[in-house]
């Protein structure tokens, strides 16, 4: 009963710091980039405006469907906050025992398919452009993430978060061959998944007018913001606890503590090499993208043989 | 959140939540993404590095008026033009605010023509006016504060930027759509 009670406050508790340092990191990532190009740049709290402001506009639905549009901009945010209770954040995972990694694809795919059916309910031009092309770097590329952790499972033969999440892509006898390319093919795709610069295609500002996020106004479109910033803390998190694990998993208070803020700093820095890369690349055609993200997928693969065979 | 207006008088909790709401829209004004004319170009160059419009929150210039704010009339409007720059207006969710930039858009500028709308204020409520033939971007920041000391005063319980349409002018507009169209024969 209590470990229950547990589960529920560990999974308030990771909600709560996702959507306190989400704009935060979003702050960051716009500072840097204006100190990139020589600007002097918004002031770091600037996203914490900007949301507020949009849930104090008026709320125009102008899509061809608009319950569908309501529907997809709750289920983003609600996606992105239900991904956040499974991952740990330099504790132990809060919904270690009730769920899996499977769910954990399950839903990340889920956040994508968002994006997709707003951009089909908004019915405009632009939105239906920027749903097709989201639609194809999504079919090449969730199958990257899902076979990172396959892979993990796959040395530990199990599919426990708390297991799998813990840098498990490593767990072989000899040289982790299948792990560090996972790592190389991670780092590289990596952009694509927090949907920053040389890869955001799908809702490209100047050619595509936000695609699927067009016909949004006010608050469903601070939903949609919202998601995508936490996105990128989720995503860092992630990456952290699958390739970069090391000195988490105390539980020794005073150590816990120490190792706590070890795991966020590792974040951090995750979120900065984000940013320099969005800085100072531009975005790809979609073509080019997509025979990139096949390239990965290949390795993927690669990896997947790899490590099947012990390796 | 127009079911609120008018509903409220002004006490201690309105006026908190007006404050924190007003500190956020002020911060956050993000521009709808066009241009008409040469102070146009202005208005690009305030958020190159030198002038950096960022810092005043509106780096966000948004492509849809559907997520815009503030719309930055900037150049000559054309009769051709106005329908659609009223439009842009009618499409952007409230609370929204207008800058008239230039001369031009102003007063119409040196074109007292059959083909210029006098002033885009004959169309839409019009916040605050800029001086310049172009403007510089610095003129273009100040209008900026000048707007913020506006959102400032706003509240729940009363909007002060509800400057209208007035009937006489739409007709005038009307008018001159006409001359327009019949001097161009199709």
């Known amino acids: 009963m209590s470990s229950v009670i547990w589960r529920i406050v560990g999974g308030v508790l990771n909600v709560g710091i996702v959507l306190l340092v989400a704009p935060l990191g979003q702050g960051v990532l716009r500072k840097v980039t204006a100190r990139v190009q020589s600007r002097q740049g918004p002031p770091l709290w600037q996203p914490y405006f900007d949301l507020l402001k949009l849930l104090g506009k008026e709320d125009i639905e102008s899509g061809e469907t608009p319950r569908m549009q309501r529907f997809a901009a709750y289920l983003s945010l609600a996606t992105v906050l239900a991904v956040a209770c499974l991952v740990p954040m330099g504790f132990a995972s809060p919904m270690n025992g009730a769920a899996d990694i499977i769910l954990l694809i399950y839903l990340l795919t889920l956040c994508g398919i968002c994006t997709l059916l707003a951009g089909l309910a908004a019915g405009s031009t632009y939105s239906l452009v920027g749903a097709s092309r989201e639609m194809m770097s999504m079919i090449a590329l969730e199958p990257v993430f899902a076979i990172a952790l396959i892979v993990g499972a796959l040395h530990t033969g199990s599919f426990r978060l708390d297991t799998v999440l813990n840098g498990s892509v490593y767990g072989t006898a000899g040289v982790p061959w299948s792990g560090l390319i996972m790592l190389a093919v991670m780092i590289l795709s990596f952009q694509a998944f927090v949907q920053r610069v040389p890869f955001d295609i799908s809702e490209a500002e100047t050619e595509l007018m936000e695609g699927p996020l067009m016909e949004y106004s006010g608050p469903k479109l601070a939903l949609f913001k919202y998601a995508q910033m936490a996105k990128l803390v989720i995503y860092s998190a992630l990456f952290v606890r699958m390739f970069v694990p090391w000195g988490a998993g105390f539980t020794f208070p005073l150590a816990g503590l120490v190792f706590w803020a070890m795991f966020w700093a590792k974040v951090a820095v995750v979120v900065l090499v984000v940013t320099l890369v969005a800085a100072t690349h531009a975005r790809y055609r979609i073509d080019q993208a997509i025979r990139f993200f096949a390239g990965m997928f290949a390795a993927a693969l690669g990896a997947l043989v790899l490590a099947s065979y012990g390796y | ?186």
Do not use: H
Request: glycine share 4%.
């Open chain 2, 1 to 186: 959140m127009s079911w609120l207006q008018n509903k409220f008088e002004k006490n201690f909790m309105i006026s908190t939540v007006d404050y924190v709401f007003n500190w956020a829209r002020k911060s956050a004004l993000w521009p709808m993404t066009f241009g008409l004319a040469c102070c146009a170009i202005e208005m690009i160059a305030s958020s190159t590095a030198r002038f950096d419009i960022a810092r005043f929150g509106s780096e966000v210039f948004r492509p849809s008026p559907r997520q815009s704010d503030l719309m930055i009339v900037s150049g000559t409007v054309t009769l051709k033009m106005a329908p659609i720059v009223k439009r842009i207006y009618d499409q952007m969710p409230e609370p929204k605010w207008v800058i008239s930039m230039g001369a031009c858009s102003s007063v119409g500028g040196p074109f007292n023509t059959y083909a210029v709308l006098q002033g885009v204020d004959r169309i839409v409520p019009v916040d605050v006016y800029v001086i310049g033939c172009p403007p510089r971007p610095e003129n273009l920041f100040y209008a900026l504060l000048k707007l913020q000391d506006k959102i400032d005063t706003m509240s729940l319980a009363k909007r002060p930027t509800e400057v209208r349409l007035d009937e006489s002018m739409m007709e005038n507009f009307k008018r001159q759509v006409m001359v327009a169209q019949t001097m161009q024969p199709k």
